[in-house]
């Protein structure tokens, strides 16, 4: 079965642009959560989705936004740019949202550089 | 949700035991203690996770406090590829949802 796939892999943006980084759960995985990961902040979850619900978010502006299909895909979209964006962003998926204990599996992220 | 403390880094010699610690003395009798490590260049992989008994699977074991409060992960031959940052997580029983609460972790350095 394959994992979870994030693309592009990596990604140089401008201040002030916006940019879209695509997630494939593992198929049959039906929820999917976003993390950002930086040197100063660590890893910090963004925002879950699952049967393209938005069921939970963490304390980031609203310039981050995400969506998910039908088919458990998800995108999240960063709009104007800053450089404290630059980051590694992680989506993981899991089956259910009902499990608190079920294993969530990691994709390799999206290096997104702002410069 | 409860925090835990680890050490910053952690050495180890290739094919010795390893003994992550973590604490997390606030934790609720509700909260499983997870770990999932991060491999250089990839996103973390859940390692292994427990509520009171100690648990063992192909990865690793854990050892869980008789009071809770600490845990300790345990490679028990590490290789260079367990080079890693190790995160102890508490996952609430009542948090039906995705959100993991990444504290800073262990960064593991195997010498060969």
């Known amino acids: 079965k394959a994992g979870v796939t994030q693309t592009p892999r990596y990604l140089i943006k401008t201040r002030g642009q916006q940019v879209t980084l695509s997630c494939s759960p593992i198929?049959?995985?039906?929820?999917v959560s976003w993390y950002q990961q930086t040197p100063g902040q660590g890893l910090q979850f963004l925002f879950e989705?699952?049967?393209?619900?938005?069921?939970n978010k963490g304390n980031f502006p609203g310039r981050f936004s995400g969506r998910q299909f039908s088919n458990s895909r998800s995108e999240m979209n960063v709009s104007t740019l800053e450089l404290g964006d630059s980051a590694l962003y992680l989506c993981?998926?899991?089956?259910?949202?009902?499990?608190?204990?079920?294993?969530?599996?990691f994709g390799p992220g999206t290096r997104l550089l702002v410069l | 949700d409860a925090k835990t403390t680890q050490p910053n880094s952690m050495e180890s010699n290739e094919e010795e035991p390893v003994h992550l610690p973590c604490n997390h003395s606030?934790?609720?009798?509700?909260?499983?203690i997870h770990w999932y490590r991060q491999l250089p260049s990839q996103g973390p992989e859940y390692v292994i996770h427990?509520?009171?008994s100690n648990v063992n699977n192909r990865m690793a074991s854990l050892a869980i406090a008789e009071d809770r409060k600490s845990s300790t992960l345990i490679l028990h031959r590490a290789t260079l590829r367990d080079a890693a940052v190790y995160y102890c997580?508490?996952?609430?029983?009542?948090?039906?949802?995705?959100?993991?609460?990444f504290g800073g972790g262990t960064r593991l350095m195997v010498k060969p």
């Open positions: 993981a998926s899991k089956q259910t949202v009902g499990d608190s204990q079920e294993t969530q599996y």
């Open positions: 198929s049959g995985h039906r929820s």
């Open positions: 989705y699952f049967s393209e619900t938005q069921r």
């Open positions: 606030t934790i609720s009798g509700t909260d499983y």
């Open positions: 427990g509520l009171t």
């Open positions: 997580i508490l996952r609430p029983t009542n948090n039906a949802g995705n959100m993991l609460t």
